[in-house]
């Protein structure tokens, strides 16, 4: 009996401290767990607060480190980029103004995308017209004519341009080609919409 009991206690001896050892292990590692998913949780809230706008915006790669948490989610606007690439595939002497372009339409509240897109239909992007006018938009060329205003540089024609496409069409509610073009370019009505069409086709491209 006396043998048994000393058995008995020698078991409870070493397992009592086994077994406390590995309940704060497990207390540990499931306390661990609850920190990496709660880390986890508001980088993902973090994100969904950061998506785009615009639908043009894209985002760095998160860091894959777990139990971490950063801020530093560089943001940029594709839409610039996007313009530069289109220009420089034309060939354009456009393609250093491509910052501008997006910068005087969101200053208009215009699409981004109209000056490109009507450049290329009008002028080849800038490469067809009258010398030294920069005026790759057929703007003020009226019906029969050849030539329209001129302007002092790229930059003074994307600003007019920009200005004109927000006061004569978006301020009366005339924001797609399709709209845009019996004004714009009257005799293409009788060409089945040509210059909407053109100008739309380039539009989607930029998208």
């Not at 043998?3 to 078991?11: G, Q, S, V």
């Not at 009592?16 to 590995?22: R, V």
């Not at 301020?171 to 040509?194: C, F, K, R």
């Amino acid at each position: 009996m006396e043998k048994d009991f000393m058995r008995k206690l020698l078991l409870v001896i070493v397992w009592t401290p086994a077994t406390l050892m590995s309940l704060i292990l497990v207390s540990l590692l499931l306390l661990n767990y609850s920190r990496v998913k709660a880390g986890k949780s508001l980088l993902v809230m973090e994100t969904r607060s950061m998506l785009p706008k615009n639908g043009y915006e894209f985002y760095a790669a998160l860091p894959q480190v777990l139990g971490s948490f950063t801020t530093a989610i560089a943001k940029e606007d594709a839409r610039p980029e996007i313009i530069r690439q289109f220009l420089r595939k034309h060939d354009s002497p456009l393609e250093p103004f491509a910052p501008l372009m997006v910068e005087v339409a969101d200053s208009e509240n215009i699409d981004f995308r109209l000056i490109p897109a009507i450049g290329m239909c009008e002028s080849n992007l800038g490469k067809k017209i009258p010398a030294d006018s920069y005026n790759a938009w057929g703007y003020m060329v009226f019906t029969g004519q050849k030539q329209g205003a001129s302007f002092t540089d790229w930059s003074e024609a994307i600003k007019v341009m920009a200005h004109f496409l927000s006061s004569k069409f978006y301020a009366q509610g005339l924001t797609t080609p399709e709209e845009m073009g019996p004004i714009y370019a009257p005799p293409s009505v009788n060409t089945d919409n040509s210059w909407a069409k053109c100008t739309r086709k380039f539009m989607d491209e930029l998208i």
